[in-house]
């Protein structure tokens, strides 16, 4: 079994172990790190993730599987959309303050069905019924954006809403901002692609990360 070796500690370092997790997944040589039973009992008193994950709800968005990682390493939060709430960012704010957690990743990926409900939506179609009709409210904004921008593609549409999602956390936390403007933290949003299993960056927060 590996040696256990330091967490990330600032959000570079944090960055550089998602992408290199990320890597092992795609390559199909995933190392399965922190998800033995010495691990578990380490992690049963405290946490000290390295990562938040504020991600969609997807089932095949695990992301725990797709940076191979294990148990006490990531903070995942996911809704339908990536949507962001009080909730939500209640949580975020608890990692980043409370857990120490030196990064907020917006984790998104292609062929989203929150977006492309409200792609339905802003091309006329009629707003779902229920809560469902909250998370296309929350999606549109996002849409209009990218329409703004000239921007009609469906990729080019999910890496909009992920650095809206992004700024939108930024924005909305006074508490998240703070600890970025110390430099204790960083947003960075990332777009998977189901079929190659392969995670790229499309915003962060400050942008020389």
Partial sequence: MPAPTRPPETPAEAVAELQ???????????RHPNQDAGHRAAVAGEQH???V??????????AEIIFDRGLGDLFVVRTAGHTTGPEVLGSVEYAVTVLHTPL???????????VAAAGAVAAGGLRPAGHLGAVVDAVLPSLRHAAAQGIGDPEGIIDVHIAQTVNELVGNSAVLAAEIAAGRCAVVGMSYQLNAGRVRTVASVPRSL
Avoid: K, Q, T
């Fill in 104 to 114: 907020v990743v917006v984790l998104g990926h292609d062929s989203c069905g929150a």
């Fill in 20 to 30: 290199a997790g990320n890597e092992r997944f795609v390559s199909g040589s995933p």
């Fill in 53 to 62: 994950i504020v991600g969609c709800s997807d089932s095949r968005l695990a």
């Fill in 49 to 51: 993730p390295f990562a």
